[in-house]
């Protein structure tokens, strides 16, 4: 059973940044397209960034050029990185593997196995 340890989430004020780390077990890393989601209060949980094993990135509108997704695969762990940071990036931030076509809209979560999550605040 894969298992995602997310970490690195705090409050920080709008215009900071932060790291987010999601280290990984199981055998499907090395293979498998890796993403950051978010789960704001009241909305459902969304695909923010992926990247894929070979190391090509895809971002959702509202986040790009602000954070960039990064990943080690020697040591299973997916990082990001968040900068300009704003409010509207308040929530919940899980990692997961992904499948299918290799962009936001269409990629899904490999398997129903999600960690606890790393909350970020942005306020002031």
């Known amino acids: 059973q894969v298992q995602f340890v997310e970490s690195g989430g705090d409050l920080v004020q709008p215009g900071g940044s932060l790291r987010l780390s999601c280290a990984a077990s199981g055998n499907i890393f090395s293979i498998s397209a890796m993403g950051w989601y978010r789960q704001a209060p009241g909305k459902q949980r969304e695909l923010v960034v992926a990247?894929?094993?070979?190391?090509?990135?895809a971002y959702a509108g509202a986040v790009k050029g602000r954070f960039t997704i990064s990943r080690d695969n020697a040591k299973n762990t997916v990082y990001l990185q968040m900068n300009s940071l704003k409010p509207e990036d308040t929530a919940v931030y899980y990692c997961?593997?992904?499948?299918?076509?290799?962009?936001?809209?269409?990629?899904?979560?490999?398997?129903?196995?999600w960690g606890q999550g790393t909350q970020v605040t942005v306020s002031s």
């Open positions: 997961n593997a992904l499948k299918g076509y290799f962009s936001i809209p269409t990629l899904r979560p490999r398997d129903d196995y």
């Open positions: 990247i894929t094993n070979y190391g090509s990135t």
